[in-house]
């Protein structure tokens, strides 16, 4: 069988690090054409002086200066500005794009390859679709008419990068697959186990950038590990209740893989939502979301402040409003000007089941 050509579609700071890993495995397994090519939403940039597009600085160099700063890709590495052409001959495509940019993405790009395979490392994108929850993977599904597979888990991209040890959970339905997308990701610093529960994973890693927000603002108030603790420990309570009222068959077992209490706990310590979020609060109200994320992040984009947004009308839809005093919490403090510290006068009692 001829080896199979892998895509990445996104070059921000999870697409280049999560690269590295990639461009490791199409080396080592056979199976994959060694040569790994990403699609890189192009821009000028100035780099020493110098303006030029960030693809042709990043195939002379293998540096993405802006979006991953400091760190060498393979020289197999190949970014390709031309999303049809990037994805075209694609036998396994990687996305890895703020959600926000997926619709005008796909609209962009022409046919796939007949038999390829998706995997979804996007975190968010949620919407209600005819009263049921729709998610990031079912409008890829939808458009491009191919299977899905979801990796999600506790990876923060810069730490990757720095082939720091971490895990991640793939969810993939098809046997199949699952022993390719494994190969492609799993190695000795990055460690993937696979599950059948695709929703459950997907929806994991979108509703911990919810909670992450909650954990900035505690530490925006200056509150301890204890408070931070709470929040996690009722975060996780909430993400379940959510999953299984839109997911009955969600599994416990997902929320205790890398995808579940291991991306909350990193990305409520260590990420982007959080660290804008304790900004938010201490500019007491002086600056908005964008402002933050632009003088913060560099270009990066925050997930979490959308996917406040989206779930809020399915939360009210639903009814689960009381459900879910912290993710309300969350929202009327982002976007209804509550003060902040209501993220600690939340009622006693929560929900027992989920
Ligand atoms: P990023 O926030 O670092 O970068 C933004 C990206 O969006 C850049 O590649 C930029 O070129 C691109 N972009 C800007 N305008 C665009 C447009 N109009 N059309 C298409 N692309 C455009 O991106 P990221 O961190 O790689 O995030 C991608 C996904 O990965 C998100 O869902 C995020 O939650 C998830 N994720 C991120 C991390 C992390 O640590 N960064 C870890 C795990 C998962
Ligand atoms: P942030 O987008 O908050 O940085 O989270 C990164 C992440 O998803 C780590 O797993």
């Not at 009263?131 to 990876?155: F, I, P, T, W, Y």
């Amino acid at each position: 069988m001829a080896p199979k050509r892998v895509t990445v579609v996104g070059s921000g700071n999870w697409g280049m690090a999560i690269a590295t890993i990639i461009a490791t495995n199409t080396e080592r397994h056979p199976e994959f054409e060694k040569d790994l090519t990403v699609w890189m939403f192009d821009e000028e940039i100035e780099h020493k002086g110098v303006k030029r597009k960030l693809s042709v600085h990043f195939n002379e160099t293998k540096e993405n200066v802006k979006y991953l700063p400091g760190v060498t890709l393979p020289r197999h590495v190949i970014a390709e500005p031309d999303i049809k052409k990037a994805v075209g001959n694609a036998d396994i495509l990687i996305w890895v794009l703020p959600h926000q940019f997926v619709p005008k993405t796909i609209e962009n790009m022409g046919p796939v390859k007949e038999g390829a395979v998706s995997v979804s490392l996007i975190k968010g994108g949620l919407e209600l679709e005819g009263g049921k929850l729709g998610l990031c993977s079912d409008l890829l599904r939808k458009l491009l008419k191919h299977e899905v597979a979801v990796l999600m888990g506790a990876n923060v991209a810069n730490e990757v990068a720095a082939g720091q040890f971490c895990e991640a959970t793939l969810g993939c339905k098809s046997a199949e697959h699952q022993g390719t997308l494994c190969k492609l990701f799993d190695c000795l610093s990055f460690r993937v186990n696979a599950v059948d529960d695709i929703p459950g994973v997907e929806l994991c890693g979108a509703l911990k950038n919810v909670v992450a927000l909650g954990a900035g603002f505690c530490d925006g108030l200056d509150y301890g590990g204890n408070t931070k603790a709470a929040l996690i420990r009722i975060g996780l309570q909430e993400m379940k209740i959510f999953i299984r009222h839109f997911y009955p068959d969600a599994k416990d077992s997902t929320f205790l893989e890398s995808c579940g209490v291991a991306d909350l706990i990193t990305t409520c310590f260590g990420g982007r939502n959080r660290k804008c979020a304790e900004a938010f609060v201490r500019s007491r109200g002086s600056k908005s979301w964008d402002q933050i994320e632009k003088d913060l992040l560099g270009g990066q984009k925050l997930q979490g402040t959308l996917t406040a947004q989206e779930i809020w009308p399915v939360m009210k839809a639903h009814g689960l409003c009381q459900k879910l005093p912290l993710f309300t919490t969350i929202y009327e403090i982002a976007f209804n000007g509550k003060a902040p510290w209501g993220i600690v006068k939340l009622p006693q009692g929560m929900p027992a089941s989920a």
